[in-house]
């Protein structure tokens, strides 16, 4: 005996109405979660990509402001200039690095002043450990930090710089004699050359000076600094 045709009807809409087996379930919840985490990875790679493009902007910037410094330095003090003293035992070097009375950044006159000078956020006043108070700009002042609303942490009055400067940044300065043919090769701060044939010899001071500018910054959780980026030029 078959059923009514009502009866039919309501089993199949009945059945049509189950909805999304477990199988279809998982299914879509595992299609999901990949979308999901594909678009979280590419956000963290973003914002790694990112983070490092801000480090590498500041780090060329820190490193040429150094460069517009010396850009009109002479290589040697205009005054004392470098210059070999006869002690009777191969010579004493006079002139190299800062000079007497020199006491910051301000005082410095000559491109060699600056070898050997770190200028970090942990910088104090002083040359006793070559570490000076920054990192600076162009004129020698000290880049004060940015809060997170945009403002700055510090500022300069009377040449005498109050707040918190730059935080995790320093700028590493090495100045080195160079072989006049050869920038690649360097030469001792006391090196000359005789004269010998048609050579006419070369002073203590008639050498070109490669400058290297190297910046580095630490954040708050790492233990030592990581070097950001590294300027090189040549005065000849």
Do not use: C
Request: charged share 20%; glycine share 10%.
């Amino acid at each position: 005996m078959s059923r009514p045709l009502h009866k039919r009807g309501l089993r199949r809409t009945r059945n049509i109405e189950q909805g999304f087996t477990l199988i279809e379930s998982a299914m879509a919840t595992v299609i999901i979660g990949v979308g999901v985490l594909a678009m979280v990875d590419a956000q963290s790679s973003f914002i790694t990509a990112n983070s490092w493009s801000s480090h590498a902007a500041s780090g060329t910037y820190l490193a040429n402001e150094i460069r517009e410094m010396t850009r009109n330095l002479p290589k040697h003090d205009p005054v004392v200039g470098l210059f070999i003293e006869d002690d009777g035992e191969g010579g004493v070097l006079h002139g190299w690095g800062p000079d007497a009375g020199e006491v910051s950044v301000d005082d410095f006159d000559d491109i060699e002043d600056f070898d050997g000078i770190t200028f970090s956020f942990q910088g104090t006043a002083g040359f006793d450990d070559g570490d000076l108070p920054g990192p600076i700009n162009a004129y020698g002042e000290i880049i004060p930090d940015i809060s997170i609303d945009g403002a700055e942490s510090g500022s300069t009055t009377n040449g005498v710089f109050t707040g918190t400067p730059m935080y995790g940044w320093s700028q590493v300065v090495s100045v080195q004699k160079v072989d006049p043919f050869d920038p690649s090769t360097v030469v001792a701060d006391n090196f000359t050359e005789e004269a010998e044939g048609d050579f006419p010899g070369r002073e203590v001071d008639e050498y070109p000076l490669r400058v290297t500018v190297s910046v580095f910054y630490q954040s708050a959780t790492a233990i030592n600094p990581e070097l950001v980026t590294e300027v090189m030029w040549v005065v000849p």
